[in-house]
């Protein structure tokens, strides 16, 4: 896995955590293990002209972008003297993802659109679950029962290979990178083996390949670089 591959899961396992606590499902408190740990090793990579705005890292806060339709405040911003080059948009679902896959979907698109039509390289790192919880609704922020396990499957993978397939449209991300992981019985996070599910032999070689988290973090040097 890798050093790298080691503090991710690190980072994700704190965030778990975070979301687990008593209103933690919409607290930004989640966001910040992972937030800070992407920032900090894209930082690492990068030379000493760039900077970045993100949780956990500086003042803590993010940056607000001035989008083509709409402010838009990034996840984690690289900037190279006063101006956003590149950004990270980082998801990671925990529950109930078939219900709203689409208008992950969807929103993906109109994010990026936003983003590159003002010029800046926008880049989308999306973290599933193998077996991903489906709760009930429930009053205020309060989470429901858990009524059953949803098993990811080709469907639910396919619209980010068509889009990675797709030609360079504004609705496009400059990179797209996604991880599939499970938690074991004390919540630990590991990632899955790509044969334990219905997958192709192309989806397995795309996420091993071209979605790997070490494929997105070169991709993205290299395209911060180039919007620089």
Known sequence: MGQIGSKFLSAISASFKAYNKKGGARSIKKLVPIHKFLSETILNKLGKSFSIKSLGIGDGKEATFDGKYYLKDLDIAIFKKEKIVATVSFKFVTSNYKQNANNY?????GETANIRRQGVGFAHFLVLRGHTPYYSKNKGNLRGKE?????????DLQKYIKLFKDMDFPHKPDLIGVCLLDFDKNNNPKLV???DFDFSA??????Q????????????????NLKS
Request: hydrophobic share 40%; proline share 0%; charged share 35%.
């Open 105 to 109: 979907f969807e929103n993906l698109m």
């Open 147 to 155: 009524q059953k396990i949803e098993i990811i499957n080709e469907k």
């Open 193 to 195: 083996s790509y044969n």
């Open 202 to 207: 192309e989806t397995k070689k795309i996420l």
């Open 209 to 224: 390949n071209e979605f790997s988290l070490k494929k997105f973090l070169d991709k993205f040097i290299h395209l911060v």
